[in-house]
């Protein structure tokens, strides 16, 4: 089951059936079913709180993915800051709605085992994303 979510913000106007449908097919692209995923939208006050608080990171991000998968089933808190997503679509020249959709999911790709640390990591992260967003266009 997936959920979403509020705090101190609106909820983005998307559509949950599709986007709930689109992150089952991503997910079974990599050979998974989802679980447990629960979204929490917030703004960047709330997500510093929450990087500091559990990761001891002291700054603002888009996403903090919180990862409890059994096995193949994806389970996890995806905590997503509108504020970051607003700015960063602005930065990057990007539609709001497909950043936003881009960092929803983004944090079920970590679900899945893609990292964005690493070396090399951040432009195998962006071609999954892409595939999975020319997936939600289907």
């Known amino acids: 089951m997936i959920t979403y979510n509020s705090e101190g913000v609106q909820l983005p106007k998307i559509r949950k059936r599709d986007t709930t449908a689109w992150i089952r097919r991503v997910a079974a692209t990599y050979g998974k079913k989802v679980g447990e995923v629960g979204y929490m939208f917030v703004d960047d006050e709330k997500i510093l ?7 001891g990171h002291d700054y603002y991000t888009d996403i903090i993915t919180f990862d409890y ?7 996890g808190d995806l905590v997503i800051s509108l504020d970051t997503i607003k700015t960063n679509a602005e930065k990057f020249h990007k539609e709001y709605d497909e ?3 881009r960092v929803i999911i983004h944090g079920i790709l970590h679900l899945c085992g ?15 994303e892409n595939k999975a967003l020319a997936l939600l266009k289907e």
């Open 69 to 75: 998968c059994e096995g193949n089933t994806l389970n």
């Open 99 to 101: 950043e936003l959709h």
């Open 114 to 128: 893609i990292n964005d640390k690493g070396p090399g990591e951040r432009e195998i992260m962006e071609t999954a």
């Open 49 to 55: 709180e929450v990087n500091r608080e559990y990761l």
